[in-house]
């Protein structure tokens, strides 16, 4: 049985893998923390690591992306899309008034990941300004902290699987800032995984670094693409670290290394000066609620 790693029960990337997988037999391995989450796969412990990279409303998740690049060399075995749906968190009892209406006021304090709180700024700031907000690994560790702390006045943002593992109340539902709150996922690994539906795209990441003081070089690089109709889905520069003003651009290409004219602008992009990085070539899975059951 395969082996994939991830962030604690309950957390949005559980619940993103139950629905990717949808009942095919695998064993779950939780950590705390996204680094050993990505560590398991790199030691053997795992056969695949679960890695949330962007979001609709935080874009990409910066951390992540680094350590894909700069930490890992695992490719990209698959990308699926799934809402971040965030409640707040709690046990009602401490928050409920005489009456049986919510008391937000009396909330102190607010655990959760820092992406997740980022999502929920609108709601935070109507309902619950005088708390102060703690940042940890995962949503589901901030709902354990306030599994395990009863009676402090705490709540937590987190998913309903993650108030159902720890026996806590959704205190108010969907309390994101955006409807179409979604995360884009991918799968980490050495070897492909079977999904059993059909993707809706075949995509490729490539990493670009640029030489050094080469005028246009960019626009070169794009025009590769451009004139063999090749669809860049996303393209984005981050500091390679290795110096001020350096930088490489990650890009997403709608289409698989097999294609003749992908390998032919990756060679253009190289005669070019460029050093071309492949990340990885995978199937693509969009959200469909109405088609999906998590199991």
């Known amino acids: 049985m395969k082996k994939i790693a991830l962030l604690p029960s309950g957390s949005v990337s559980h619940e993103a893998i139950r629905y990717l997988l949808n009942g095919e037999p695998v064993e779950f391995v939780h950590y705390k923390l996204i680094s050993d989450v990505f560590m398991s796969t790199v030691e053997g ?58 008391d937000y006021s009396q909330i102190k304090k607010i655990w959760s990941h820092q992406v997740a709180t980022a999502q929920c700024r609108q709601f935070l700031a109507k309902a619950a300004p005088q708390a102060e907000l703690e940042q940890v ?41 955006h409807d179409n709150n979604y995360t884009r996922f991918v799968l980490i690994g050495r070897d492909p995984i079977s999904i059993n ?11 670009v670094t640029l030489p050094e003081d080469v005028p246009g070089a960019l626009h070169q690089v794009l025009s590769a693409f451009a004139w063999r109709r090749l669809n860049l889905s996303r393209i984005e520069s981050r500091p390679t670290k290795k110096k001020l003003g350096n930088y490489y651009f990650y890009i997403d290409v709608m289409a698989s290394t097999d294609s003749v004219l992908l390998v032919a602008a990756m060679g253009e992009i190289e005669a070019l000066g460029c050093l071309v990085r492949v990340l990885g070539s995978y199937p693509g899975y969009a959200y469909e609620r109405e088609k999906m059951e998590v199991k």
Do not use: C
Not at 73 to 79: A, F, R, T
């Open 45 to 102: 412990k795992s056969d695949y690591s679960v890695i949330p990279i962007e979001n609709t409303i935080e874009g990409s998740v910066s951390l992540h992306m680094d350590w894909l690049v700069n930490e890992v060399d695992l490719p990209m075995q698959v990308e699926w899309v799934y809402p971040s749906i965030q409640n707040l968190i709690g046990n009602a009892s401490e928050f409920l008034t005489s009456d049986g209406t919510m």
């Open 137 to 177: 690994g995962s949503t589901s560790e901030g709902v354990k902290i306030v599994k395990d702390n009863p009676g402090q006045g705490w709540a937590a943002i987190g998913t309903s699987l993650g108030a159902a593992t720890h026996g806590l109340n959704v205190l108010a539902e969907r309390i994101t800032d």
């Open 197 to 207: 539906r059909s993707p809706e795209h075949i995509k490729t990441s490539i990493l």
